[in-house]
C-alpha cells in the first residue's frame, strides 16, 4: 500500500468536499472503523519488524495530518462571507423618494381650501377652443387671445390649456350653483423662459358662485388663505387689470417673499410679485353655462402654484423646479 498516494488522495478529498457531510463520509473512508488508514494500521502486525516500525510512524503520522485537516476544514467561501447577516453591524438606509415641492404646495394648499369649503377638481390639459377661449368671453379674432401665446395641437380646434379656467367652464356645465371649486393643475404657454416663467407652469384656479357674492368675498378668502399658507400676516394688493372673462378683473400682488420687498430676479426687481389673476365672473361666461347672472355671481381666480412654491421655499427661478436636478430636489 503506497501511503503517501493514500494520503493524497485524502487531501484532495477533504480540500474537494463543499459541506459537512461529505467531510464526514471522507473521515468515515479513511479513518473510520473500516477507514483505509485504520486498515493499514491494523495490517502492520503483518509485517517484518523493521518494515513495521517504519510503516507505522508514517501511518500515524498521516493519520494526525488528515485528523487535523479535517478538523480545521472550512466550508467558508467568498460566497458565505457574502450571504452571512451581521445584524450588529449599522445597516444602510433605503433610498426613500418623496414629494416634489410643487406637490407637497398643491396638498397644502387643497388642504387650507377644502376648511373654507372648496372642492378640489381636476379637468384635461389638451382642451378645446370652446373651454379654453369662447366660452370664457374670448371669441376668435378676439385681441385678447394674443394674452394666451397657445400651443395649437394638429387636431383641429386642439390646444395644450394656457390656464386652468377652462375647468370653471367644464364644471359649471355640469354642476349647479351655490359652488367652490379649486382647480390645481398644468398649463402650457408658447413663450420665453426666465427666471420666474416657463413654457409648462402650473396653475390653480379658484372659482366661488353663489348669490351676492362680491370682491370683498374675494378679500376675504384670499387674506385667510395666505395667513393660513405663509403662517403670518401678508401684505395684499389688489388692483385693477383686465381678463375677458371678468369683470372687473383684479391682479393679486404678494410682497415678494424671497427677497423680502428688496427686488431681486423672481420679482424682476419691483419687490412685489404678481400672484393671481381674478375678478368676478363676467355674466358671459355664467351664459355660456346657462346660468341667469341675474341670480347668480361669483369671483375666480387663477394662482400660480410655481410663484407660490417659490415664494414658500425661497427658491429664486422657477426652472429648477422643472431641472430635474437631484441636488435641488433632495431639499424637500
Ligand atoms: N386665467 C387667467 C390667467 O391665465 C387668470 C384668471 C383666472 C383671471 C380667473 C381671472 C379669473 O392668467
Known amino acids: 500500500m503506497d501511503l503517501k498516494d493514500l494520503k493524497n488522495?485524502?487531501?484532495?478529498?477533504?480540500?474537494?468536499?463543499q459541506n459537512l457531510e461529505a467531510l464526514n463520509e471522507i473521515s468515515k473512508k479513511y479513518l473510520g472503523k473500516k477507514g483505509e488508514i485504520t486498515l493499514v494500521l491494523r495490517?502492520?502486525?503483518?509485517?517484518?519488524i523493521t518494515e513495521r516500525k517504519k510503516q507505522?510512524?508514517?501511518a500515524n503520522q498521516i493519520k494526525k495530518q488528515l485528523e487535523q485537516a479535517i478538523n480545521n476544514k472550512d466550508f467558508k467561501t467568498k460566497e458565505d462571507v457574502k450571504d452571512r447577516i451581521?445584524?450588529?453591524?449599522?445597516?444602510?438606509?433605503p433610498l426613500q423618494g418623496h414629494?416634489?415641492?410643487?406637490?407637497l404646495v398643491k396638498k397644502e394648499v387643497e388642504d387650507i381650501f377644502a376648511k373654507l369649503g372648496f372642492e378640489t377638481i381636476e379637468g384635461p390639459e389638451v382642451e378645446d377652443e370652446w373651454h379654453n377661449f369662447d366660452a370664457l368671453n374670448i371669441p376668435k379674432e378676439h385681441p385678447a387671445r394674443d394674452m394666451w401665446d397657445?400651443?395649437?395641437?394638429?387636431?383641429?380646434?386642439?390646444?395644450?390649456?394656457?390656464?386652468?379656467?377652462?375647468?370653471?367652464?367644464?364644471?359649471m356645465e355640469k354642476n349647479n350653483p351655490p359652488l367652490r371649486i379649486i382647480?390645481?393643475?398644468r398649463c402650457f404657454r408658447y413663450e420665453a423662459t426666465d427666471a420666474s416663467h416657463e413654457i409648462n407652469f402650473y396653475h390653480i384656479e379658484g372659482l366661488m358662485i353663489d348669490k351676492e357674492i362680491s370682491a370683498s368675498n374675494f378679500k376675504a378668502i384670499m387674506e385667510k388663505f395666505f395667513q393660513e399658507f405663509f403662517k403670518k400676516q401678508i401684505k395684499l394688493r389688489i388692483r385693477p387689470s383686465y381678463f375677458p372673462f371678468t369683470e372687473p378683473s383684479f391682479e393679486l400682488d404678494l410682497e415678494c417673499l424671497v427677497c423680502g420687498g428688496k427686488g431681486?430676479?423672481?420679482c424682476s426687481k419691483r419687490g412685489r410679485i404678481e400672484m393671481a389673476g381674478a375678478g368676478m365672473v363676467h355674466p358671459n361666461v355664467l351664459k355660456a353655462v346657462n346660468l341667469n347672472p341675474n341670480n347668480w355671481q361669483g369671483f375666480a381666480f387663477g394662482m400660480g402654484l410655481d410663484r407660490l412654491t417659490m415664494m414658500k421655499y425661497k427658491i429664486d427661478d422657477i426652472r429648477l423646479l422643472y431641472s430635474s436636478d437631484l441636488r435641488f430636489l433632495r431639499q424637500f
Open 183 to 185: 382647480v390645481p393643475g
Open 43 to 48: 495490517s502492520l502486525k503483518d509485517l517484518p
Open 56 to 58: 507505522g510512524q508514517l
Open 86 to 93: 451581521d445584524i450588529t453591524a449599522p445597516g444602510t438606509r
Open 99 to 103: 414629494l416634489h415641492p410643487i406637490t
Open 9 to 17: 488522495r485524502a487531501e484532495k478529498e477533504i480540500s474537494l468536499a
Open 150 to 171: 397657445t400651443f395649437w395641437l394638429k387636431e383641429k380646434g386642439l390646444l395644450l390649456r394656457t390656464h386652468t379656467s377652462p375647468v370653471q367652464v367644464r364644471y
Open 264 to 266: 431681486c430676479s423672481v
